[in-house]
């Protein structure tokens, strides 16, 4: 692997190889992003993306994996991706883990899982590459929930976590001015998780029904609105900007 181009920012996405996450590397690299991507268990997916990328630019997207609710391995991500990339310019953290935890049935392996995705691991990769950032001037993007603000039935850990996220976004804001900016994305419904329950679909509806545009988003809107902050928005920071059709509002 090379190093990136002096003059080619380097964008880390974790979770980036499916879903949002790819969309959101594909948006990025069209911007003229070289892309570290970090990836979980979807290998597979990440290599296929990585590969796609790279036709259009070789050499631009390389591959990491880690499992980052454990500290030690966000810190050997931040250090891979500055060993073999060089630079950091902008820090995404989309990796989420999400389930239901009713409360009565919720053990600490559950709470190591979703806390640890959703809030631990940003942490840790946030300090590890601080130092980083801060010479590049650099951005990081939290990607949070609107259940962050408004819990979830059955999901407190989940909304517990996101809603630690955006504080996380805030405190970091202030610390880390004014060389990083640092703000949150909080996706509504957008791109509905796969599941083999029959009645998923009833409450898909009920959901879409509370959106006042009156539709499902497309990762295509999360992308934009991290194009905004990573490159149109100079001034903002400590800020959690919705993307949800208008569902916070219900």
């Known amino acids: 692997m090379t190093m990136a181009n002096a003059d080619t920012k380097v964008a880390l996405v974790t979770g980036g190889a499916q879903r949002i996450g790819a969309r959101l590397c594909q948006a ?5 992003y070289d892309i570290a991507l970090h990836y979980r268990s979807s290998g597979v997916a990440a290599e296929a993306l990585a590969a796609q990328l790279s036709v259009l630019r070789p050499r ?6 880690a499992a980052l609710g454990d500290r ?5 991500l931040a250090a891979g991706v500055i060993d073999h990339l060089g630079r950091v310019d902008l820090l995404v953290n989309n990796a989420s883990t999400f389930y239901p935890t009713p409360i009565g049935s919720v053990g600490e392996e559950d709470w190591e899982t979703i806390i640890g995705s959703n809030l631990k691991g940003p942490f840790f990769l946030c300090q590890a590459l601080a130092d980083s950032l801060k010479q590049s001037r650099g951005n990081i993007i939290n990607m949070i929930d609107i259940h962050g603000e408004r819990p979830l039935a059955d999901h407190s850990l989940y909304s517990t976590a996101k809603a630690g996220l955006a504080m996380l976004t805030r405190s970091l804001a202030r610390e880390l ?7 949150g994305i909080s996706p509504g419904v957008i791109l509905w ?7 998923d679909g009833e409450r898909r509806e009920r959901q879409l029904k509370r959106v006042p545009l009156g539709s499902e988003g497309d990762p295509q ?3 934009e609105a991290v194009l905004f902050l990573a490159e149109r928005a ?6 959690v900007i919705a993307v949800d059709g208008g569902r916070s509002l219900t």
Not at 72 to 76: I, V
Not at 193 to 199: A, F, G, I, L, Q
């Open 72 to 76: 030690s391995a966000g810190e050997e």
């Open 177 to 183: 001015a004014p060389d990083v900016r640092v703000n």
């Open 193 to 199: 998780p796969k599941s083999d329950d029959p009645e």
């Open 221 to 223: 809107d999360i992308a």
């Open 234 to 239: 100079p001034y903002v920071t400590g800020q």
């Open 28 to 32: 990025l690299h069209e911007a003229g």
């Open 60 to 65: 631009s997207v390389t591959c990491f994996q």
